[in-house]
């Protein structure tokens, strides 16, 4: 019952009612009699000073922890799966360096929670578990050093980002397929809905003009006989990045196309023609980036809850090792798109162009995205809205997807 006693001795009154009375109605299990492998916390305390401060815990045997700050107020959070607290009473009250008290407890069933309470802005330098050695006891660590309130508030967006991205991008096991099966193809008509996307000063809506595109290129593909071709929407709803990437993996798809049209919003109004897209930390070039922005906003628009960006347009990304690869050949699928559209019809820039474009994420799916012309240009929009160009320019998609799949790279296994 000592973990109970610790919540009641730092927890605010209203707590203690609910703490008593699940402890009355038996509702609560004290940590103690937790499973008998659960991880026992003995001890904990603090050193150092507030040029670094330091947070011990000592534990039964080495455990998986999630260390991670939270502000307003400011706090430490250490959380473990089945830790049992058996620490002397009363600790947890002094004060020393940055720590001005801590309390451990039962956060939810099976999951075992300890709070530091910081003075101020802070970073948590380091943070690890020794294992137990010799007559030593395993030993959680979290080091803490002072900071700004701007770069504390930074570490704080950039940890929310990275558990975002972890958790938009699960993933799915993609199905087990012979190997001479077809390949998959997802096309991806952007927008939708309650997102429009850009339009022209007609009205002519990228929403309905890639859908239509999309449609096309499918009927095209599935004529050859050679692909399966899924479309992420077929029709006017919207659909969030995340969900568009998570589509094109539980399809096991072998290449994703994001389809767009642009738009220029400056005096220049004679921006035209295609532009091939693919993801990249950093972005290739400002328009790249504003253009990844824009595109990264439609959840924004949809009012789906934004990766905690604070300008909501942040667009770069991380990508991981694993994901090279999956980029190579994005980049050989772009290259035979400009390739094949070079000779056809009008292209904005022959030059590829990258940008942190999140609806091409999905690190085991080659993922390109093109923006088929300018809906700001007159003659674009008269382009775009014609069966004549939508029937050619498909073509040539088809062609460049032809070309990517009788590329070695293509076929081999990942
Ligand atoms: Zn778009």
């Known amino acids: 019952m000592r973990a109970v006693r610790a919540l009641v001795a730092f927890a605010p009154p209203w707590v203690v009612v609910v703490v008593v009375l699940a402890v009355a109605a038996g509702l609560l299990v004290a940590p103690v009699q937790a499973a008998p492998n659960a991880t026992i916390a003995k001890d904990a305390r603090l050193a150092g000073d507030r040029e670094r401060t330091r947070f011990i815990a000592d534990l039964s045997k080495k455990v998986d922890v999630h260390v991670f700050a939270l502000g307003n107020p400011y706090r430490v ?111 991806d008509p952007g927008h939708g809905g309650v997102d429009p996307g850009t339009s022209s000063p007609n009205g002519v809506t990228e929403k309905v003009v890639v ?42 798809a072998g290449l994703f196309l994001s389809i767009h049209a642009d738009y220029f919003p400056t005096k220049i109004d004679d921006a035209r023609g295609a532009t091939v897209y693919t993801l990249s930390e950093e972005a290739s070039d400002d328009e790249a980036r504003e253009l990844a922005a824009k595109e990264n906003f439609s959840d924004a628009i949809a009012g789906v809850a934004l990766p905690d960006d604070s300008d909501g347009v942040v667009a770069n990304i991380l990508i991981d090792l694993a994901q090279r690869e999956t980029q190579n050949r994005s980049v050989v699928f772009a290259r035979s798109i400009v390739g094949e559209l070079a000779g056809k019809t009008i292209l904005h820039t022959k030059r590829l162009r990258s940008a942190g474009f999140r609806v091409l994420k999905a690190p085991d799916v080659p993922s390109v995205l093109l923006e088929l012309g300018f809906l700001s240009n007159p003659d674009d929009e008269k382009e775009l809205t014609s069966e004549r160009w939508r029937d050619r320019m498909a073509d040539s998609v088809a062609e460049a997807i032809d070309d990517y799949f009788a590329e070695r790279i293509a076929r081999m296994p990942f």
């Open 77 to 187: 959070i250490v959380d473990a799966a089945d830790v049992s607290f058996q620490m002397p009473p009363g600790i947890g009250k002094e004060q020393r360096g940055l720590v001005t008290a801590f309390r451990y407890g039962l956060f939810a069933p099976g999951k075992s929670r300890i709070v530091l309470d910081v003075s101020g802005p802070f970073l948590i330098d380091k943070s690890f578990v020794l294992e137990a050695r010799d007559d030593q006891p395993a030993r959680l660590v979290i080091d803490l050093v002072p900071t700004d309130e701007k770069t504390f508030q930074a570490s704080l967006r950039e940890a929310r980002q990275a558990a975002v991205e972890k958790a938009s991008l699960p993933l799915p096991a993609a199905p087990v397929r012979p190997a001479d099966a077809k390949p998959i193809i997802v096309l």
């Open 211 to 252: 859908l239509k595109f999309a449609e096309e290129l499918k009927k095209k593909l599935l004529a050859t006989g050679r692909y399966e071709v899924y479309l992420t929407r077929n029709d006017d709803t919207f659909l969030p990045l995340k969900d568009r990437v998570a589509f094109a993996q539980k399809k096991g």
